[in-house]
């Protein structure tokens, strides 16, 4: 049996009816503008959101898809209060952060939103959301905690000193408590942020 070949999905194609228009408004998102080729109903450009390895290519009149179709394109954050209101401050008009009612984990029906972070605050279940010039939506998602299976479990990365900086405060959290358990200061903490933050991200038992 040969082994199975890697396909890393790269890019989004995301219709538009106007390409500058568009362009404009994924600047202002401060996403990373990759390239812009061809010219008139040809041009395409291709946009990168910050820590991610997919990128966007906006055109007009691609196959089918009529500008607006593209629904519910997930942007992962670690942190959606502040990358919610780092949204609003570029001048993007998002929705309030919000959870599922019932709940669990549905961001599709909107009549199932219930506003605010999810109350225990649970990875994959707080969302907030914005639409590109022609209502392209996008959602963001809050995971922090990788569910098994998830993730690469031979490598742990970080996409952005950002994401990087809210694992450690996240242990920092976690290990205030692991001393207030033990009643003792903990001189190998470094080694149990790095046991933590590695367990976080492959969805495994955190230390206890």
């Not at 390239?35 to 997919?54: V, Y």
């Not at 900086?165 to 903990?186: L, N, P, T, V, Y």
Request: hydrophobic share 35%; glycine share 10%; with cysteine.
């Amino acid at each position: 049996m040969g082994t199975q070949a890697d396909m890393k999905l790269e890019v989004v194609v995301v219709p538009v009816s106007d390409v500058e228009r568009a362009a404009q408004f994924y600047r202002k998102l401060g996403w990373r503008q990759d390239g812009d080729i061809g010219k008139g109903d040809e041009r395409r450009l291709q946009f990168t959101p910050p820590g991610s390895q997919c990128s966007v290519i906006i055109r007009k009149g691609v196959g089918p898809a009529a500008p607006g179709t593209t629904q519910f394109l997930h942007l992962v954050v670690s942190d959606i209060v502040a990358a919610r209101e780092e949204l609003v401050r570029k001048g993007i008009d998002a929705s309030e952060v919000f959870h599922d009612v019932a709940g669990g984990f549905n961001r599709f029906d909107r009549n199932a939103r219930a506003s605010g972070p999810d109350p225990q605050r649970r990875s994959y279940a707080s969302f907030a959301s914005f639409n590109d010039p022609d209502g392209n939506g996008f959602v963001l998602q809050e995971i922090t905690t990788r569910l098994p299976g998830r993730i690469d479990s031979s490598s742990t990365t970080y996409a952005s000193v950002d994401d990087l900086s809210k694992a450690m405060q996240r242990a920092s959290k976690a290990h205030g408590e692991h001393e207030k358990r033990i009643g003792a200061a903990d001189p190998n903490w470094p080694d149990w942020y790095a046991a933590y933050m590695v367990a976080e991200q492959n969805g495994k038992p955190l230390p206890e």
